[in-house]
């Protein structure tokens, strides 16, 4: 199973909402990674963890709360979001072997749509 | 960490060798240069990986000069589905895995 399984695909949420974004893997991978791509954009990454540990907190605003509950599971929580936090959301993992050959597997991505 | 470097937008026809060059000039030892195709409205997918010299897959090829300070991704006789946005990254950097995108390049494969 190479797969990386983000739900929801499409989510439309007010400025008052709170939700949530999930992303699961099963292939062994000790490194999960959110990144934030809009339109005709690279993927910015926003936070990296590591044998479930936050690593990597790209200065992301505080409305935007990673959780890593265990090994194979990735959650974004979502909390007073602004128009412009509209974007794809993509969730990747990787082996984190520490032999620096790192490859991302991403998922398809979480569209979201702030009203 | 190392900052990449890649033409904004390439345009081939079927059938045709596409070369994409990416500029590396401050690749550290231990980086590994990673190439990624992403279509619209998908995640990346991973290409091709190298350290040095030349590495070829069922895909594309990887052409790394000795000092590194660039690549090379050639996709041998392209077609309409190879129009997507190919991203070259540089790392894993400081972390293991501070793995960032820069701008990539635009291909749009001609009929």
């Known amino acids: 199973d190479t797969e990386v399984t983000q739900t929801p695909k499409h989510l439309v949420m007010g400025m008052t909402n709170k939700k949530s974004l999930k992303c699961e893997q099963h292939m062994g991978h000790r490194a999960m990674y959110w990144y934030k791509q809009k339109a005709k954009k690279p993927p910015e990454l926003m936070f990296v963890?590591?044998?479930?540990?936050?690593?990597i907190n790209e200065s992301v605003p505080s409305r935007f709360s990673p959780e890593c509950p265990n090994s194979s599971l990735l959650n974004l929580h979502l909390h007073a979001l602004q128009p412009e936090d509209s974007a794809l959301y993509l969730c990747?993992?990787?082996?984190?072997?520490?032999?620096?050959?790192?490859?991302?597997?991403f998922g398809s991505g979480t569209q979201l749509s702030v009203l | 960490l190392a900052k990449t470097t890649q033409p904004i937008s390439m345009d081939s026809y079927e059938g045709q060798e596409v070369n994409i060059t990416c500029s590396h000039n401050n690749i550290a030892t231990n980086d590994y240069i990673t190439w990624y195709q992403q279509f619209p409205s998908q995640g990346p997918r991973f290409i091709i990986q190298?350290?040095?010299t030349k590495v070829t897959n069922e895909v594309a090829s990887l052409f790394i000069p000795a000092d590194r300070k660039s690549s090379t991704l050639s996709l041998p006789r392209v077609s309409l589905s190879d129009t997507a946005v190919y991203y070259c990254l540089v790392g894993p950097g400081p972390y293991g895995n501070k793995l960032v995108f820069g701008a990539g390049t635009i291909l749009r494969v001609k009929s």
């Open positions: 963890y590591s044998y479930e540990k936050l690593s």
């Open positions: 990747a993992s990787s082996r984190y072997s520490g032999d620096g050959d790192e490859k991302l597997f």
């Open positions: 190298g350290y040095k």
